[in-house]
């Protein structure tokens, strides 16, 4: 069996975002599909680039998953990581392993080790886009209760990134994560996600300050590669730290691991090397005690796919991410998607491969859309 075709399907989402499908098709018919990881403003360089490595992956064996990621690394980046040349190689990853599963019909997980768990706990993502006072928080986190979810993410840190917060802005995110605990109740698993904004005398003072609520974790809050800074946080942080969004290589979980810089860790599968390389990292955390929580601002059909037949083979697997906002279209792409959350959880899958079926002609029919240019500030707008 040889590759004889690469395409990639950049997808109006409706959201924030264009999607990336990639399909591998091959010389005896089966096809194998994937996601990329994509970025608002950076989706179309993503698909530039899975286009650049299909000319090195047509004409070679589709089960030969792991050499072709090592020497599109090694030979064809020269060892040189970017958002975009890995999200491109997950998405290529992710379909041939679904084209193994079909030509050994066995599903992903079951040629991985074989599934640890029947079921997959879920946070709901997406929902607070838009919310500006911690009333609106609030009411968006009632309905997203009342649709099921029993855990939810949002950012608390409101305006543009930005390393050091007045007393004001501080005092604006504790009053939203306060509305929103007090909307949904002590029982609901809350996790907020401060982006990578923030010094670490900031983040440890908010941290402080939001211990009150029960948070299940304090995500990403500074930059990983200022390692030592993370580390600090980490250490004086009474909640749960959790990083690896950012961090596209698995070599670059080492320092996190070594330098105890995070409780919890969340690598995307669609930008981080794919479903064999997500497997990997998780592996690599369980000697350090480090759990896993995948990232997935991806599709809630291929790249929750594949995310979820990575974790059925990790154990030390907590909960992954779901983009309520993708739903509508994934059940549209896949009328059958045996991957929509129900009550928080998605079950194991079945069927061969990745168990999806893809119209093509929905996502013809959803072609790429250029956002505006975003609004970013001037130096007029910059205060004290």
Known sequence: MKVTAVDCFLVKSGFRKNLAFVKVT????????????????????????????????????????????????NDGAARRSSLEFHSALSGIEIALWDIVGKALDQP??????????????????????????????????????EAGFTALKFYCVTGAPRTFISAQQEQEAVDVVRAVR????????????????????????????????????????CTADN?????????????PVVTGEGIHHVAGFRDVFVNDAADIINPDVASCGG??????????????????????????????????????????????????TFEDL?????PGNQYVAKDSYIGLPTGPGLGIDVNEDVLKNNPFVQFDTRVTRQISDEGP
Request: hydrophobic share 45%; charged share 25%.
């Open 330 to 334: 994934a059940c549209e792409i896949s």
């Open 26 to 73: 091959t010389d005896d018919g089966i096809i194998g599909w994937g996601e990329a990881f994509t970025h608002h403003d950076r989706e179309r360089a993503t698909a530039v680039m899975v286009d650049e490595l299909a000319r090195y992956l047509i004409g070679r064996d589709p089960f030969q998953i792991k050499y072709f990621t090592e020497i599109a690394f």
């Open 182 to 221: 007090d909307a949904v109740g002590p029982d609901v698993e809350l996790m907020v996600d401060v982006s990578r904004k923030l010094s670490p005398y900031h983040a440890i003072r908010l941290a402080e300050r939001l211990e009150e609520f029960n948070l299940y974790w304090f995500e990403e809050p």
């Open 108 to 145: 992903v997980y079951n040629l991985l080790g074989g599934p640890v768990r029947d079921k997959f706990y879920t946070y709901a993502n997406g929902w607070s886009f838009g919310c500006k006072t911690p009333d609106e928080f609030a009411r968006a986190a009632e309905k997203t209760r």
């Open 275 to 324: 479903i064999l390389k997500l497997k990997e990292i998780a592996a690599t955390a369980e000697p350090y005690y480090v759990a896993m929580s995948p990232h997935n601002y991806n599709s809630t059909l291929v790249g929750m796919a594949a995310t979820i037949h990575a974790c059925a083979t990790m154990p030390n697997f907590i909960i992954a991410e779901y983009f309520v």
């Open 227 to 239: 390692i030592d800074a993370l580390a600090e946080i980490k250490a004086k942080s009474p909640i």
